[in-house]
């Protein structure tokens, strides 16, 4: 890759990364190529990214985008999205998968540093989707009641007049 090359992917994934409201950094030592493209097809409908990229460039994208600056080595894949939520239930369901080979160290929500647990735990919430379904489900339960009760109101009067 020349230096041109680099500084044109660094520029793209600066933009990139401060677009995103989470990003989670994890080790993937040991994953095959095949587990890897599992994880991207599973990300792509949420419009999640996923890339390798080598640990020098990663700190200067991540620095250049506001990140704190946190020591990156070994092998890292980089995720990230707007969505913290759908985010993390991709990361921790795949991580459940492949727990031998594929692990979180940590992440950054809202430019801030977090660490797994907090990451499993935002997982466990409910999706935008569920959330909506529940509200709507909340919203709509007195105009189901009432028109329950005019029914049973109605079945009781044909009762009383058969």
């Not at 190529?33 to 409908?45: F, H, I, M, P």
């Not at 430019?111 to 907090?118: F, M, N, Q, R, Y």
């Not at 339960?141 to 009383?160: H, S, W």
């Amino acid at each position: 890759m020349t230096k041109q090359e680099k500084l044109q992917l660094v520029e793209n994934l600066t933009e990139s990364f401060k677009n995103a409201n989470a990003m989670i950094i994890c080790d993937y030592r040991g994953l095959q190529v095949k587990q890897l493209e599992t994880l991207r097809r599973n990300s792509k409908g949420s419009g999640i990214s996923v890339h390798v990229i080598k640990n020098k460039l990663a700190n200067i994208a991540l620095k250049q985008a506001g990140y704190k600056e946190v020591e990156l080595k070994d092998t890292n894949i980089y995720i990230w999205s707007d969505d913290q939520i759908s985010l993390s239930k991709v990361v921790c369901k795949f991580q459940e998968a492949n727990s031998d080979k594929f692990s979180v160290k940590f992440g950054y929500f809202d430019g801030e540093i977090v660490d797994s647990k907090h990451i499993e735990s935002v997982s466990k919430l409910p999706s935008r989707e569920e959330l909506i379904g529940m509200l709507l489900s909340v919203w709509s339960a007195p105009a189901r009641y009432f028109v329950t009760g005019i029914d049973n109101l109605r079945k009781q009067k044909e009762e009383q007049g058969a």
